[in-house]
């Protein structure tokens, strides 16, 4: 299919609430794929999810990446890619984190989101299959920030203290004024 280009604010786009899927037919599959393609693009900075108002679509889709080290291939960083069609979060924990997140909409920003630490999430997948995916840290906060995509939010909308740019968070990171 293709990289699109990535819909960044004030676009009004992205402050709308997306459509249920209710079919899986040719435009959802193109809509999948897209998805993956511009994701996998996304090198600065890297892209950990994406939400179809990112690429334009009305469409209740996403595309979540869970990092980890591979142990099969010297700990270096690998992920696995979900695709979450009509994503529902069904439980949330407690417990909840303050941290850094940024969002290839909105570039060179950055600041600190509460977030619940762990969370279970319903969806289908892109051949319309029920899964169920539980999540905790960065993968939970991937989760919740491309669902609040869905829901026509903006991580801006939640920041907690300052927004920085990426060189004022570099800066603070090198005085170690900011953890």
Known sequence: MAVKPIVTIPDERLYKKTIKVKEFDKEIK?????????????KEPEGAGLAAPQIGSDKRVCIVRNFFL???????????????????????????????????????????????????????????????????GFFSRTIQHEIDHLNGEIFTDKVVGNIYTLKELEELEKEKKIL
């Open 30 to 42: 193109e809509l999948v794929q897209n998805l993956k393609d511009t994701v996998l693009s996304a």
């Open 70 to 136: 591979d142990p099969d291939n010297n700990n270096l960083e690998a992920s696995e890619d979900f695709i979450l069609i009509n994503p529902k979060i069904i439980s949330k924990s407690k417990e909840t984190e303050l941290d850094f997140e940024g969002c290839l909409s909105v570039p060179d920003i950055y600041g600190k989101v509460q977030r619940y630490r762990k969370i279970k999430v319903k969806a289908l997948n892109e051949t319309g299959e029920l899964i169920r995916l539980s999540a905790s």
